[in-house]
């Protein structure tokens, strides 16, 4: 089973500073890699797949880079509806597996 | 614009059974893969059964095979999990999400609002 570690496993951050995440993966994923948000009460909304493509209706302020086993998603200048918590994914091998997320506040 | 309702949780002993539908609409049901993935109260996420556009071939997670069986009806636009042999570690938020973009690329677009399950004598 590939691994996926986040992290942090918090990020307290201020709107309009830039948001950092990672998530490393116990092998190589190649690109097959997604990022998701999930806001309390919420299913999660897809945001990045393959790792670097946006989603339809994602604000350009998200990004993703990264490949093989080491991948990040980052947010231009973070606004206050940015909180939630992130979760990557992948999709190389099965089982299908998600890291455990990381947690944003602003 | 897609949409997919689950139903069918609720409370449930240990070792009972239990099946949840997740009925869709908005999109061509019948050329998507489907998943199912769950999530713990206040844990993360977890993929536990996918299944093909025809219905001829299925994924699980190891924790879930044999006891879990996930299924669809592309009349009724509709895709199921039957759970039997429940256990505690089974109480959840249960998700069904569309497999796949519509270009093939493979994450999981669309999601429902869920249903819980609790496993509780």
């Known amino acids: 089973e590939i691994v996926l570690t986040q992290s942090p496993a918090t990020l307290s951050l201020s709107p309009g500073e830039r948001a950092t995440l990672s998530c490393r993966a116990s092998?190589?994923?190649?690109?097959?890699l997604a990022w998701y948000q999930q806001k309390p009460g919420q299913a999660p909304r897809l945001l990045i797949y393959?790792?670097?493509k946006r989603a339809t209706g994602i604000p350009a302020r998200f990004s993703g880079s990264g490949s093989e086993t080491d991948f990040t998603l980052t947010i231009g200048s973070l606004e206050a509806e940015d909180a939630a918590v992130y979760y990557c994914?992948?999709?190389?091998?099965?089982?299908?597996?998600f890291g455990g997320g990381t947690k944003v506040e602003t | 614009e897609v949409q997919l309702v689950e139903s069918g949780g609720g409370l449930v002993q240990p070792g009972g059974s239990l099946r949840l539908s997740c009925g869709a609409s908005?999109?061509?049901?019948?050329?998507?893969?489907m998943s199912w993935v769950r999530q713990a109260p206040g844990k993360g996420l977890e993929w536990v059964a996918n299944?093909?556009?025809?219905?001829?071939?299925?994924k699980y997670v190891d924790s879930v095979r044999g006891r879990f069986t996930i299924s669809r009806d592309n009349v009724k636009n509709s895709v199921y999990l039957q759970m039997s042999s429940l256990r505690a570690d089974d109480t959840a938020v249960y998700y069904c999400?569309?497999?796949?973009?519509?270009?093939?690329?493979?994450?999981?677009?669309?999601w429902g609002r869920g249903t819980m399950v609790t496993v509780s004598s």
């Open positions: 393959d790792a670097s």
């Open positions: 999400a569309r497999d796949h973009l519509p270009n093939g690329e493979r994450a999981f677009d669309f």
């Open positions: 994914q992948q999709r190389s091998d099965w089982p299908l597996t």
């Open positions: 092998q190589s994923v190649s690109s097959y």
């Open positions: 299944i093909n556009k025809d219905g001829s071939l299925e």
């Open positions: 908005g999109f061509t049901f019948s050329s998507f893969w």
